[in-house]
């Protein structure tokens, strides 16, 4: 059998295990016509895609306060072009989430991304390496959350412990590749202080591996070669983020390991191959998880599309400190730490 055929059957049989197991797991298409058998969506996922569309879509991508764009004659015809539309320019809401980043930077990304479609292209490294973490440390440069999070390469940090790992063996501990992690503020370090080490471990971690275990994290990233499937990224964070589901039920319960109920009403996932980037969003109720998919939400393809990519960065990392933030500080230290704000 060909061996691409193999591997494609093998990734599709770990999201049917998924599907199946007693923690079901369920990729699905955002507005699918079966909310009898997985639940209406929650209404902060649905807010949560109409935003990250609206950027998809060029609305409100730039902040220019002026007719003149610095750089913009630099730009090649079609995002001259594009970067005129009316709708994309709005000053006024685009501030409140951070600031549109230069164009020089954009290009010099966009000049990167499209040398690697040739020659080193199959090759995942060099996307990582000269696009993927640039381009998500210029969004979170530009924020106006830049101090309250953190950007960390984590590709070979795996799952830990592995009892998080659903019991099969044919599901591999998998990781991420990148992950924009909550930095601590004084409820955070309170809440680390009084922390027990995890069940059948002599560490603690506020999420389920050993790099950064002092910082929440927010979202998860995991990026592939242009000539790599999504749907080798889609079983990797599906499972990846399953397991940090699976971690959260065991804050405040370290010593017996009993779950504590879990909702998680939307937590945007990122796949990302080659130049294209995607959005799935999560949500757990009952103790079904569900991850309807995606947005494509930019493109380092050309300039106009990596504005939007910054754009919607911003959004997410606006609701990792405004929305999650809260929400991870009653999960892990209870709700002395706060009222939970509504997703």
């Known amino acids: ?195 027990e080490p995890m069940p059948s471990s002599d560490y603690k971690s506020f999420h389920h591996g050993l790099s950064f275990r002092e910082l929440p994290v927010a979202i998860g990233l995991e990026a592939t070669s242009q000539m790599t499937s999504w749907t080798d990224a889609k079983v990797q964070i599906a499972i990846w983020t399953d397991a940090l589901l699976e971690r959260y039920t065991w804050f405040g319960h370290e010593d017996d390991r009993k779950s504590v109920p879990l909702t998680t009403d939307a937590m945007p996932l990122i796949l990302v191959q080659g130049h294209d980037w995607r959005v799935s969003i999560l949500s757990k109720k009952d103790g079904k998880v569900v991850i309807r998919e995606s947005i494509l939400i930019g493109s380092t393809r050309n300039c106009f599309d990596t504005m939007k990519l910054v754009a919607a960065f911003h959004w997410m990392m606006n609701w990792a400190v405004v929305k999650w933030l809260p929400k991870f500080k009653i999960i892990a230290g209870g709700p002395n730490y706060g009222s939970e704000t509504s997703e």
């Open 1 to 195: 059998m060909d061996t691409k055929h193999t591997k494609c059957d093998t990734l599709i049989k770990q999201l049917v295990f998924l599907e199946d197991d007693e923690r079901p797991l369920t990729v699905r298409n955002f507005d699918d016509d079966d909310d009898d058998l997985y639940g209406e969506a929650p209404k902060a996922v649905t807010e949560m895609q109409i935003a990250l569309q609206d950027f998809a879509d060029g609305i409100g991508i730039l902040g220019y306060e002026s007719n003149t764009i610095p750089g913009f004659n630099e730009l090649p015809r079609m995002d001259r072009v594009r970067m005129q539309y009316a709708f994309a320019n709005n000053p006024e809401s685009r501030k409140l989430l951070g600031r549109t980043p230069p164009i020089e930077i954009i290009i010099h990304l966009v000049s990167t991304a499209r040398r690697l479609d040739r020659g080193a292209g199959e090759r995942e490294s060099p996307w990582n390496e000269f696009i993927h973490l640039p381009l998500l440390e210029l969004a979170l440069a530009t924020s106006i959350h830049s101090k309250a999070l953190f950007v960390a390469p984590m590709k070979n940090v795996e799952i830990e412990p592995p009892q998080l790992l659903r019991a099969n063996t044919k599901l591999p501990g998998s990781h991420v590749d990148y992950v924009i992690f909550l930095n601590q503020d004084e409820d955070l370090k309170s809440i680390w202080a009084a922390m």
